[in-house]
Structure formats: structure tokens, C-alpha cells
């Protein structure tokens, strides 16, 4: 399941735990426990901090002077990486 779910996320940039749940037909709760297991494996990882006060100067979302989110995100490591082409 782990690489299905490595295949997918690769193929769509989708890391949504509620969308991989539905995409896969498993709780919420797995999903995210199967990201874990990624994470801890070293394929997926999180990039924090990908909203930025520069960001703002060309955004119309109308937060510029106000405290950003703590946007996370996520990519695929160079390991993941590794890991598809073997598939």
C-alpha cells in the first residue's frame, strides 16, 4: 500500500490526507499514519515555512501586514524518487 499510495502522491502532487483516504478507501487516520511511515522511511518530507511576507507582494489574498500561516507542505525525496524508478 505504502508504494501505491508513493505512485499516486508522485502522480498527482496530492498529499491530502482526506484525498488519499477517499482515493484509497481507508480512514483518514491511515492515511495519515501511512505518511508517516513514509516520512520515517525517508520518501516524503515536510517543507515548512513555503509562504513568505515576499510572496505577498504579487498575492491578492489581502494578507500582506498580517502574521502568516504556518504553511506545510510536501515533497517527495531524492530516496522516494529513487524508490519510483524501481517500480
Given at each position: 500500500m505504502?508504494?501505491?499510495l508513493l505512485i499516486y502522491i508522485d502522480a498527482t502532487g496530492d498529499f491530502s490526507s482526506k484525498n488519499?483516504?477517499?482515493k484509497f478507501n481507508i480512514s483518514e487516520y491511515l492515511a495519515e499514519e501511512y505518511k508517516l511511515?513514509?516520512?520515517s522511511m525517508g520518501y516524503i518530507q515536510?517543507?515548512?515555512g513555503s509562504c513568505t511576507s515576499e510572496m505577498c507582494k504579487s498575492c491578492g489574498c489581502g494578507c500582506s501586514g498580517k502574521v502568516?500561516?504556518?504553511t506545510i507542505n510536501w515533497e517527495i525525496t531524492g530516496k522516494g524518487k529513487?524508490?519510483?524508478?524501481?517500480s
Open positions: 505504502l508504494k501505491e488519499l483516504a477517499k511511515k513514509l516520512v515536510k517543507v515548512q502568516l500561516n504556518g529513487e524508490s519510483l524508478k524501481k
